[in-house]
């Protein structure tokens, strides 16, 4: 029943290590989006896609790299993580850019 | 692009009485402005959002007024209760454009 979903929820790992991040959404939206909150909450965009295109990559270091298998699935996988990556992750989706984004749970990355 | 600045940062109301978050943006561009809550440890969730062709929205205790010109835009709460504490986030968009841009947020505190 889960709109939004992804995993792992809670993700802790050493500097230099990559890992993946996954989401899933079964609104049958056309649009996926990664968002980093940091420590003072603010949410920044990172990638935007739209029906497994890429369409907006927000300044983002090429250590990330999202992968959209198909439209109901955005991943994040990065690779040789650094401390300043600790935040929290989000997944969204929506029908289209301009209307309701339904976000993920959110993922805490923890780089120690 | 497109820059959100929201005010206050954080926001303490007796029970009952009113509270309101304004944000101003920099693309006068942008046409579609939603409201988040996200409650501690949460994800956000879409509350109100309003589009360029209206000045007032209101959903029960909630409403957002938009003032083009000036490029404002404010929440207004009333009736505070204490399940309405949390971090509220404005945001801007063009809505052909796959990016919102979300204000810093306000941390809400209803205090009974």
């Known amino acids: ?112 | 692009g497109e820059n959100v600045e929201q005010h206050p940062s954080t926001l303490s109301v007796q029970e009952g009485d009113s509270a309101v978050i304004k944000c101003t943006y920099s693309d006068s561009a942008s046409n579609y402005f939603p409201w988040y809550k996200q409650e501690l440890g949460k994800r956000p969730q879409l509350i109100i959002d309003i589009r360029s062709n209206v000045g007032e929205k209101k959903d029960q205790r909630i409403a957002v007024t938009l003032n083009k010109t000036a490029k404002h835009f404010s929440l207004h709460i009333t009736e505070t209760q204490p399940e309405d504490s949390a971090v509220y986030f404005c945001a801007a968009s063009i809505d052909s454009s796959y990016k919102l841009i979300f204000g810093s947020g306000t941390r809400l505190l209803v205090r009974p």
């Open chain 1, 1 to 112: 029943d889960t709109a939004v979903s992804q995993t792992p929820k809670y993700l802790v790992t050493q500097m230099g290590n990559d890992k993946s991040i996954k989401c899933e959404q079964n609104l049958g939206h056309d649009t996926m989006y990664w968002y980093k909150q940091d420590s003072k909450k603010f949410l920044k965009i990172m990638f935007s896609y739209n029906n497994k295109e890429l369409i907006i990559n927000e300044t983002v270091p090429n250590r990330f790299s999202p992968k959209s298998p198909d439209k109901a699935h955005l991943n994040l996988h990065i690779n040789s993580l650094e401390l300043g990556d600790s935040a929290v992750y989000f997944c969204a989706s929506s029908q289209d850019p301009g209307h309701e984004q339904y976000f993920g749970p959110g993922t805490r990355l923890t780089v120690t």
